[in-house]
C-alpha cells in the first residue's frame, strides 16, 4: 500500500457533533467507571454527543474484548459519517492486534475525523496519518479530560478541536509536571498534580537557543519501534513524500530501560529514520533508570543514538506519559522555538 502524501484535516468540532467512545486496546474496569462517566460528561457540557462502543467497560487478558470485536468497532466508527471524533478512554498494551485486521484502503476515501490520545493508540495514529493521510491528535486521553479542573496545557487539546482550519495554535511548555500515579480510583475527579518544575532541554546544541520547523509525526516510542519496518510504520517514505517541508519526529519512551532504550533508537536510525530530520522532540521518559554511574542511563541512550544529529534535539519536552503533554498534530506544519529551558510548538491547522 502506498503512502498517501496529502494531509487532510478533520473538520473542527462544533456544539452537536458525535463523538464515539471506544477502546480498541484496554478497556477500563468497573472500579474506574465513575472516572469514565466524569469525562464523559464533561464531553457532554461541551455540547457533544457522546455514543458508546461495546468494547469500552470491561478488561479481560489486558484487552477491552476480542480482537474481532475491536477491529470492528474501531471500523464501524472510522467509517462512520456521523461521527466526528473518536477519543478512547486510553492506551493499553494489545492495539496491535488489530492492525491486519483494518482496511486502511477503505479508510482513505472516507471523510477524515479526529482519533485522539496517546500510547498504545499511537498503533492506529501513526498508519492513519501516514497510510490514508488523516491528521490525528496526540494528546490527552479521555481518562485525563475526566479532572474537574484541567490545567492549561491539557485544557489546550481543546484549542485544536474546536479551532477553524486555517489558523496557527500555539502550546507552550508547562509550568510544572507530575511524578506520581493518578489517583483516579479513590479520587474521581482528580486533576493532576503538578508538583515538579518542567524544563525542556537540549541534547547536542551548544546554544540555548533554537528554532526549527517541519511536518510533525511521532508517538509512544514504544510501539513506533515495532512498527517500523512494516507496511503501518514506514517513516522514511513519508518523509520522501514530504521532503520540501521536512519532518519533526518526536517521540516518549514509556516502559524501556536504557538498554532497550539504546536498541530501539538504534533499530530506527538503521532503518533511517533520523536521516535529514528538521529536529526531534523526546518527552518525558516513564521507562526505569539507573543512579549508578557505572552503568547505562537514559541519557546515555539519547547520547549514543542522536547526540551526532546536526538538528536539535530536545528531551523532556511535555510528551507523553508523564503530564501533562501538549497536543500535538500527526501531519501539522509546525514551528517549534526553544530557549534556556522553555519552549513552545506553533501548529498551522
Known sequence: MDLKSEIIFPNKLIPGDVIAITAPSSGVPSHLHARLD?????????????????????QHKNKSADKTARAAELMT?????????????????????????MDFEQLRECEPKWFVGFSDLTTFQFPLTTLTGWATLHGP?????????????TQAIWCIL????????????????????????TNTCAGFN?????????LNIASYDACFQGR???????????????????????HANHCDEGIILYFENVEMGPCEL????????????????QGVLIGRSAGPNTSDA???????????????????VLYDVDIGHIPPQISLVNGAMAKVEFRAGCGSVIQQL
Open 38 to 58: 466524569m469525562a464523559i460528561r464533561n464531553i457532554e457540557r461541551r455540547g457533544y454527543r457522546v455514543l458508546e462502543g461495546n468494547c469500552l467497560r470491561s
Open 77 to 101: 466508527f472510522l467509517t462512520n459519517p456521523e461521527i466526528k471524533a473518536i477519543m478512547p478512554p486510553w492506551g493499553g498494551d494489545l492495539g496491535m492486534e488489530l492492525l491486519e485486521l
Open 141 to 153: 486521553n479521555l481518562m485525563d479530560l475526566g479532572a474537574e479542573t484541567l490545567d492549561a496545557t
Open 162 to 185: 474546536e479551532s477553524d482550519r486555517g489558523i496557527a495554535v500555539q502550546q507552550h511548555a508547562s509550568v510544572a509536571f507530575q511524578i506520581e500515579e493518578n489517583q483516579w480510583g
Open 194 to 202: 503538578l508538583t515538579q518544575q518542567t524544563e525542556w532541554k537540549a
Open 216 to 238: 510533525l509525526l511521532g508517538g509512544c516510542l514504544d510501539i513506533i519501534s515495532r512498527l517500523a519496518g512494516t507496511q503501518f510504520g514506514n517513516l522514511p517514505l513519508f
Open 262 to 277: 539504546t536498541r530501539a533508537l538504534l533499530s530506527l536510525r538503521l532503518q533511517g529514520w533520523f536521516t535529514d530530520l
Open 294 to 312: 557505572s552503568k547505562h542511563t537514559y541519557i546515555d541512550a539519547l547520547r549514543a543514538v542522536l547526540g551526532d544529529l546536526t538538528v536539535p
